[in-house]
T-cell receptor
Framework: DAKTTQPTSMDCAEGRAANLPCNHS???????VYWYRQIHSQGPQYIIH???NNETNEMASLIITEDRKSSTLILPHATLRDTAVYYC??????????FGDGTTLTVKP | DAGVTQSPTHLIKTRGQQVTLRCSPK?????VSWYQQALGQGPQFIFQ???????QRGNFPDRFSGHQFPNYSSELNVNALLLGDSALYLC??????????????FGNGTRLTVT
């Protein structure tokens, strides 16, 4: 699985959009981009995934660049409950996923 | 609809002992993966079970072994515990036939402390 690079930490004001970047310059053609988040003392929670098209669900939007070397997870209206560690993963399937250390997002009032 | 359940939630063992952790997958899922998460780090893949067989394995020694039962539940066994085995052990389930569109569903983990 391709390696990903994420900022260690980010802050966001409550109610504003949180944009979390991820670099995956060695991604191969059949690898998907998955995002999970982990709230303190809980297991990771699936957010969204995509191959090359932008995706949106009830939790977030995923923007993948045309060359697929980077992506951005967007939480449109961040709340305090969105404070968590966010993991970006690239994989050909969901089973064996290689997690990095993720981005700690802190949403501030 | 029950999600992934793990037991016990916390466990304290002594170095050299053996431990067994248990996992029940989300209803409808047939594949179980195990991860180890050290404090402050992301989860590390241990292995994955499907049809009662180990299908993939990460970079973990043979002290780590597992089992999957006909009802898809799974156990993780760790022998000869080391202090470095202290971590949060996470179980995740998915549906193999779902492929890329069956993301991992995680339990809340078992916190293992080795003294």
């Amino acid at each position: 699985d391709a390696k990903t690079t994420q900022p260690t930490s980010m802050d966001c004001a409550e109610g504003r959009a949180a944009n979390l970047p991820c670099n995956h310059s060695t991604i191969s053609g059949n690898e998907y981009v998955y995002w999970y988040r982990q709230i303190h003392s809980q297991g990771p929670q699936y957010i969204i995934h995509g191959l090359k098209n932008n995706e949106t669900n009830e939790m977030a939007s995923l923007i993948i660049t045309e060359d697929r070397k980077s992506s951005t997870l967007i939480l449109p209206h961040a709340t305090l409950r969105d404070t968590a560690v966010y993991y970006c993963i690239v994989s050909i399937h969901a089973g064996k996923s290689t997690f990095g250390d993720g981005t700690t997002l802190t949403v501030k009032p | 609809d029950a999600g992934v359940t793990q037991s016990p939630t916390h466990l304290i063992k002594t170095r050299g002992q053996q431990v067994t952790l248990r996992c029940s997958p989300k209803s409808g899922h047939d594949t179980v993966s195990w991860y180890q998460q050290a404090l402050g780090q992301g989860p590390q893949f241990i292995f994955q079970y499907y049809e009662e067989e180990e299908r993939q394995r990460g970079n973990f020694p043979d002290r780590f072994s597992g089992h999957q039962f006909p009802n898809y539940s799974s156990e993780l066994n760790v022998n000869a515990l080391l202090l470095g085995d202290s971590a949060l052990y996470l179980c995740a389930s998915s549906l193999l036939a779902g492929g890329v569109n069956s993301p991992l569903h995680f339990g809340n983990g078992t916190r293992l402390t080795v003294t």
